[in-house]
Nanobody, 121 residues
Framework: QVQLVESGGGLVQPGGSLRLSCAAS????????MGWYRQAPGKQRELVAT???????NFADSVKGRFIISRDNAKNTVYLQMNSLKPEDTAVYYC???????????????WGQGTQVTVSS
Protein backbone atom coordinates (compact mmCIF):
# COMPACT_ATOMS: atom_id res chain seq x y z
CA GLN A 1 0.00 0.00 0.00
CA VAL A 2 0.98 3.61 -0.58
CA GLN A 3 0.02 6.33 1.87
CA LEU A 4 0.06 10.09 1.36
CA VAL A 5 0.10 12.25 4.48
CA GLU A 6 -0.62 15.94 4.05
CA SER A 7 0.09 18.75 6.48
CA GLY A 8 0.18 22.52 6.61
CA GLY A 9 -3.40 23.59 6.01
CA GLY A 10 -5.21 26.09 8.17
CA LEU A 11 -6.76 29.53 8.40
CA VAL A 12 -4.95 32.51 6.94
CA GLN A 13 -5.86 36.10 6.16
CA PRO A 14 -6.04 37.36 2.58
CA GLY A 15 -2.57 38.17 1.33
CA GLY A 16 -0.99 35.65 3.67
CA SER A 17 1.00 32.50 2.98
CA LEU A 18 0.81 28.81 3.77
CA ARG A 19 3.02 25.86 2.94
CA LEU A 20 1.53 22.45 2.35
CA SER A 21 3.54 19.24 2.55
CA CYS A 22 2.73 15.74 1.39
CA ALA A 23 4.89 12.75 2.21
CA ALA A 24 4.49 9.42 0.45
CA SER A 25 5.29 6.17 2.19
CA UNK A 26 4.76 2.49 1.65
CA UNK A 27 5.56 0.18 -1.23
CA UNK A 28 6.31 2.71 -3.94
CA UNK A 29 9.12 1.98 -6.41
CA UNK A 30 9.14 5.09 -8.55
CA UNK A 31 7.16 8.32 -8.64
CA UNK A 32 6.51 9.97 -12.00
CA UNK A 33 4.26 12.81 -10.98
CA MET A 34 3.26 14.54 -7.77
CA GLY A 35 0.89 17.40 -7.35
CA TRP A 36 -1.96 19.17 -5.69
CA TYR A 37 -5.63 19.46 -6.52
CA ARG A 38 -8.34 21.35 -4.66
CA GLN A 39 -12.07 21.21 -4.24
CA ALA A 40 -14.17 24.09 -3.03
CA PRO A 41 -17.72 23.59 -1.71
CA GLY A 42 -20.13 22.94 -4.56
CA LYS A 43 -17.36 22.76 -7.16
CA GLN A 44 -15.48 20.02 -8.93
CA ARG A 45 -11.97 19.05 -7.96
CA GLU A 46 -9.46 21.03 -10.00
CA LEU A 47 -5.76 20.87 -10.68
CA VAL A 48 -3.60 23.35 -8.77
CA ALA A 49 -0.05 22.34 -9.64
CA THR A 50 2.01 19.32 -10.64
CA UNK A 51 5.69 18.47 -10.77
CA UNK A 52 7.41 15.63 -12.58
CA UNK A 53 10.37 13.58 -11.40
CA UNK A 54 12.48 15.86 -13.59
CA UNK A 55 10.97 18.85 -11.82
CA UNK A 56 8.96 20.15 -14.75
CA UNK A 57 5.99 22.06 -13.35
CA ASN A 58 2.47 22.92 -14.40
CA PHE A 59 0.13 25.39 -12.72
CA ALA A 60 -3.49 26.39 -12.97
CA ASP A 61 -3.82 29.88 -14.43
CA SER A 62 -5.49 31.06 -11.24
CA VAL A 63 -2.39 30.37 -9.13
CA LYS A 64 0.44 31.20 -11.53
CA GLY A 65 2.86 33.68 -10.02
CA ARG A 66 1.53 33.06 -6.50
CA PHE A 67 2.10 29.36 -5.82
CA ILE A 68 5.33 27.40 -6.00
CA ILE A 69 5.55 23.62 -6.17
CA SER A 70 8.66 21.65 -5.30
CA ARG A 71 9.61 18.11 -4.39
CA ASP A 72 12.27 16.22 -2.49
CA ASN A 73 12.78 12.96 -4.36
CA ALA A 74 14.88 11.47 -1.57
CA LYS A 75 12.01 11.97 0.88
CA ASN A 76 9.17 11.27 -1.59
CA THR A 77 7.69 14.58 -0.50
CA VAL A 78 6.01 17.37 -2.43
CA TYR A 79 5.49 20.91 -1.19
CA LEU A 80 3.15 23.70 -2.19
CA GLN A 81 4.13 27.20 -1.16
CA MET A 82 1.06 29.40 -1.42
CA ASN A 83 1.58 33.16 -1.37
CA SER A 84 -0.73 36.13 -1.77
CA LEU A 85 -3.66 33.95 -0.83
CA LYS A 86 -7.15 35.01 -1.81
CA PRO A 87 -10.56 34.02 -0.41
CA GLU A 88 -11.21 32.11 -3.64
CA ASP A 89 -8.28 29.83 -2.77
CA THR A 90 -10.38 28.42 0.06
CA ALA A 91 -10.79 24.68 -0.54
CA VAL A 92 -9.77 21.25 0.56
CA TYR A 93 -6.37 20.57 -0.98
CA TYR A 94 -5.54 17.02 -2.03
CA CYS A 95 -2.12 15.57 -2.69
CA UNK A 96 -1.78 13.34 -5.74
CA UNK A 97 0.89 10.87 -6.79
CA UNK A 98 1.30 8.76 -9.92
CA UNK A 99 3.85 6.02 -9.75
CA UNK A 100 4.61 2.34 -9.89
CA UNK A 101 5.14 -0.24 -7.18
CA UNK A 102 7.67 -2.35 -9.07
CA UNK A 103 10.21 -1.94 -11.92
CA UNK A 104 8.27 -1.66 -15.16
CA UNK A 105 5.03 -2.06 -13.25
CA UNK A 106 1.72 -0.41 -13.96
CA UNK A 107 1.20 3.23 -13.07
CA UNK A 108 -1.22 3.91 -10.26
CA UNK A 109 -2.84 7.09 -8.93
CA UNK A 110 -2.89 7.73 -5.21
CA TRP A 111 -4.62 10.47 -3.24
CA GLY A 112 -4.22 11.98 0.17
CA GLN A 113 -7.07 12.57 2.59
CA GLY A 114 -7.10 16.31 2.02
CA THR A 115 -6.24 19.32 4.12
CA GLN A 116 -8.45 22.36 4.58
CA VAL A 117 -7.18 25.78 3.54
CA THR A 118 -9.37 28.72 4.52
CA VAL A 119 -8.55 32.27 3.46
CA SER A 120 -10.63 34.75 5.40
CA SER A 121 -10.33 37.92 7.42
Amino acid sequence: QVQLVESGGGLVQPGGSLRLSCAASGSIFSIDLMGWYRQAPGKQRELVATITSGRSTNFADSVKGRFIISRDNAKNTVYLQMNSLKPEDTAVYYCHLRGSRSPGGAKWDYWGQGTQVTVSS
